[in-house]
Nanobody, 116 residues
Framework: QVQLVESGGGLVQAGGSLGLSCTASGSIFAINDMGWYRQAPGKQRELVAVITNGASTNYADSVKGRFTISRDNAKNTVYLQMNSLKPEDTAVYYC??????????WGQGTQVTVSS
């Protein structure tokens, strides 16, 4: 089992910045990928960014150049720095990890609201 605790998020004006963090505990030895997903009202959950154990990253096209995902393996923490935020970035953001057995774990979600 892996437990994920998120922090960050909140309300920001368009063009502003926010940072999210997510710390894993439990069977951390089994964690491979760590990432962030988001779900806006009435929409499906979508990938925002993911980072592998080897620090390879992948981003949704909609956030490329604005968001940066990073990872501190010593702290079992993944970060998402969000710059130049847009109202369409408003969503609940979920931390995700995938273990070596391809089991997914999710955080509780944190609200990000971008006002225009």
């Amino acid at each position: 089992q892996v437990q994920l605790v998120e922090s960050g998020g909140g309300l920001v004006q368009a063009g502003g910045s926010l940072g999210l963090s997510c710390t894993a505990s439990g069977s951390i030895f089994a964690i491979n990928d760590m990432g962030w997903y988001r779900q806006a009202p009435g929409k499906q959950r979508e990938l925002v960014a993911v980072i592998t154990n080897g620090a390879s990253t992948n981003y949704a096209d909609s956030v490329k150049g604005r968001f940066t995902i990073s990872r501190d393996n010593a702290k079992n923490t993944v970060y998402l720095q969000m710059n130049s935020l847009k109202p369409e970035d408003t969503a609940v953001y979920y931390c995700n990890t995938k273990t070596r057995w391809n089991i997914n774990y999710w955080g509780q979600g944190t609200q990000v609201t971008v006002s225009s």
